[in-house]
């Protein structure tokens, strides 16, 4: 578990930029239509529903939306203020990654990518972007976002919608949590909390290991993590990036990492 702690504590820190998104730096299903044209006009006057966001089968991308690579995992659709959008996530294959003289033994590498677009002008234009990765992984490997937790809200009633996406990363061979990341969007703007997972592991129910508070890790001593490794069941480290957000977003962020932190099942790529 000592290993997993300081291999973890490595990896939040190399992923907390989560690469290849851009953001401030500030850090406290309905029947699919047969086409986009199907969707409502765009009103910033009305408020935003939430039952209008359609989920699309995976094979079902438009015509015209750039490709993203790896597998289609979810692919929604809706409109707000700014037009029609359409949100894809994609997983790759795993792969397998050759032993070397530094790492004797074969590994295996996957990577995640999201893309929010917006049709303006008879095209689309990406609107952001996110892509993350398990690098090298020796163990049981997994990334992917976590079923039903993807979220399309407009918080603020300005009439822009909010995506938020919650996932996790995988490389263990015990029931250590899993790496988790919520990153919520609006535009350019990008809000984050990472943390882990709650895992069953005794005969303690995982719902009892829910914390009711689950920041900050960045304010619990190291040593004392390492003694008491269950202090990171259900936590992440900061909402240091909410701080120029409206408070509503943090709000619903907490909400969400509460509801979606237990891990039901193990999976494996």
């Not at 957000?245 to 932190?261: D, G």
Request: hydrophobic share 40%; aromatic share 8%.
């Amino acid at each position: 578990m000592r290993q997993f702690l300081w291999l973890a504590a490595v990896a939040l820190a190399a992923c907390s930029s989560d690469p290849g998104t851009s953001a401030p730096g500030s850090n406290t299903a309905l029947s699919p239509p047969d086409s986009i044209g199907q969707l409502p006009a765009a009103t910033s006057a009305a408020a935003f529903d939430s039952a209008t966001v359609v989920s699309l089968p995976p094979a079902q991308l438009p015509a015209g939306i750039p490709r993203v690579p790896g597998q289609v995992l979810e692919l929604k659709q809706w409109t707000d203020a700014n037009g029609r959008n359409l949100l894809v996530v994609a997983r790759t294959a795993a792969r397998t990654v050759p032993a070397r003289a530094d790492d004797p033994n074969d590994t295996k590498s996957v990577s995640l990518y999201a893309r929010q677009f917006v049709q303006r002008a008879g095209g689309w234009q990406e609107l952001w972007r996110l892509q993350d990765a398990v690098e090298r992984c020796a163990f049981d490997t997994w990334l992917g976002p976590v079923p039903g937790a993807t979220a399309i809200t407009d918080l603020d009633a300005d009439g822009q919608t909010e995506t938020t996406l919650l996932y996790r990363l995988v490389c263990r061979s015990d029931v250590s949590p899993a790496q988790q990341k919520l990153i919520l969007r609006e535009g350019a703007a990008k809000y984050a909390l990472r943390g882990y997972s709650v895992v069953q592991y005794d005969s303690v129910p995982a719902a009892q290991r829910v914390p009711a508070i689950a920041c900050c890790l960045d304010t619990i001593p190291p040593a004392r993590l390492e003694a008491h490794y269950e202090l990171l069941d259900g936590r992440y480290e900061t909402e240091r990036e909410f701080r120029a957000a409206p408070p509503a977003f943090l709000a619903f962020a907490r909400r969400q990492w509460r509801r979606w932190s237990i891990e039901e099942e193990f999976g494996q790529l």
